[in-house]
């Protein structure tokens, strides 16, 4: 599985958008792009994936460049309860494949 | 929550003894894991399943054990726990569109 590179933390005012950058250089060409996040002591939420084309859900937009070398998380109207740690994977298309997690991003919404 | 259920939520044992730890699913899936988490370390893959009686170790599997005899039920055993096992664990399943997990298990060895 390809790495990932994500900023150790940012802050985000409420209301506001949150764009997490991820850095995934040596991604191939079947990889996804997956974004999770994970609030205090609970398990691991998804939020969305990617290949290769912009995607956008009721929670989050996903941006891919074109090279697919980066990608950014975006919530739209970040609130407090968007305060978590959010990971970039990036994962083969083999089903079954396992999700292997780096540090991720602490996101401190502030009011 | 992709209808998986962990048991026990948590658990306090003595070091030396042996505890089983639980993930169901309903969903007939048939890729199952099981992770630890540790403050600075993340989130670490111990075992995972591609079914029944097909198991494999993943990055932190000493210590471990696992056995999936049924495709409901993933378990995970430490033989004789021992303080550095204190963690929280976290069983997940695979779908085609990702990988969902449960609540977790909180360990704690004494």
């Known amino acids: 599985d390809a790495k990932t590179t994500q900023p150790p933390s940012m802050d985000c005012a409420e209301g506001r958008a949150a764009n997490l950058p991820c850095n995934h250089s040596?991604?191939?060409?079947?990889?996804?792009v997956y974004w999770y996040r994970q609030i205090h002591s609970q398990g691991p939420q998804y939020i969305i994936h990617?290949?290769?084309n912009n995607e956008t859900n009721e929670m989050a937009s996903l941006i891919i460049t074109e090279d697919r070398k980066s990608s950014t998380l975006i919530l739209p109207h970040a609130t407090l309860r968007d305060t978590a740690v959010y990971y970039c994977?990036?994962?083969?298309?083999?089903?079954?494949?396992?999700?292997?997690f780096g540090a991720g991003t602490i996101l401190r919404v502030k009011s | 929550d992709a209808g998986i259920t962990q048991s026990p939520r948590h658990k306090v044992t003595e070091t030396g003894t042996p505890v089983t730890l639980r993930c169901h699913q309903t969903?007939?899936?048939?890729?199952m894991y099981w992770y630890r988490q540790d403050p600075g370390h993340g989130l670490r893959l111990i075992h995972y399943?591609?079914?029944?009686?097909?198991?494999d170790k993943g990055e932190v599997s000493d210590g471990y054990s696992v056995s999936r005899s049924k495709t409901e039920d993933f378990l995970l055993t430490l033989e004789s726990a021992t303080s550095s096992q204190t963690s929280v664990y976290f069983c997940a399943i695979s779908e085609v569109s990702g990988v969902f997990f449960g609540q977790g298990t909180r360990l704690t060895v004494v």
């Open positions: 994977i990036v994962r083969s298309m083999e089903y079954g494949n396992k999700l292997v």
């Open positions: 399943s591609y079914g029944v009686k097909d198991t």
């Open positions: 040596t991604i191939s060409g079947n990889e996804y």
């Open positions: 969903e007939n899936h048939r890729y």
């Open positions: 990617g290949l290769k």
